[in-house]
Antibody
């Protein structure tokens, strides 16, 4: 059974960098044809696709965030990461990491529990 | 404003059936059979209920079914149960040159 677990600071100051990690167990971020994805949900709002890193290392970002966003991975630790710089209050959200098999992209079959990140001074 | 349109809320009594609609365009729902549905209970992560319009992942009750007609996809919950009370979100692949996936705004299902 694949499990994903987000980790990172719950509070980030405006203009600073939000950094999150998603630890994966029961699967590998560098094998199998999967999209390892970040999705966020602002308080009381719907879901927003943030971006992904493919098992091959290819990335794609939501253009509304692209200039501030980097998604990477550490294959030795079997995790992938999100870095969002110059954050504002609008970036306050629950951030989920999720997996999508390429055969059924974009359906997300496994999700982390999510981590709330608040942007505030 | 979400790319896909869902009703904000629906309700039904135990045992009844309800259908949640998800309306898109010919850039997403209307052109691709890559519509998914997620169930989200308060404080929990979304759970995949339907993928590729009408396929159920292993372990999902057959009371949940999906369909599509034109630019509109639907999720039907048959034999409504108290545990079905949750938010439901649809998503679709999109041929937008920018994002790959769009979500609906979500529908709160209340079991009366």
């Amino acid at each position: 059974q694949v499990q994903l677990q987000e980790s990172g600071p719950g509070l980030v100051k405006p203009s600073e960098t939000l950094s999150l990690s998603c630890s994966v167990s029961g699967g590998s971020v560098s094998s199998g044809t999967y999209y390892w994805t970040w999705i966020r949900q602002s308080p009381g709002k719907g879901l927003e696709w943030v971006g992904y890193i493919y098992y091959s290392g290819t990335t794609k970002y939501n253009p509304s965030l692209k200039s501030r966003l980097t998604i990477g991975r550490d294959t030795s630790k079997n995790h992938f990461s999100l870095k969002l710089n110059s954050v504002t209050a609008a970036d306050t959200a629950v951030y989920y990491c999720a997996r999508s098999p390429s055969a059924s992209w974009p359906s997300f079959d496994f999700w982390g529990r999510g981590t709330l990140v608040t942007v505030s001074s | 404003q979400s790319a896909l349109t869902q009703p904000a809320s629906l309700s039904g009594s135990p045992g009844q059936s309800i259908t949640i609609s998800c309306t898109g365009t010919n850039s997403d729902v209307g052109s691709y059979d890559y519509v998914s549905w997620y169930q989200q209970h308060p404080g929990k992560a979304p759970k995949l209920m339907i993928y590729e319009v009408g396929n159920r992942p292993s372990g999902v009750s057959n009371r949940f079914s999906g369909s599509k007609s034109g630019d509109r996809a639907s999720l039907t919950i048959s034999g409504l149960q108290a545990e079905d009370e949750a938010h439901y979100y649809c998503s679709s692949y999109t041929r937008s040159s920018t994002v790959d996936v769009v979500f609906g705004g979500g529908t709160k299902v209340t079991v009366l």
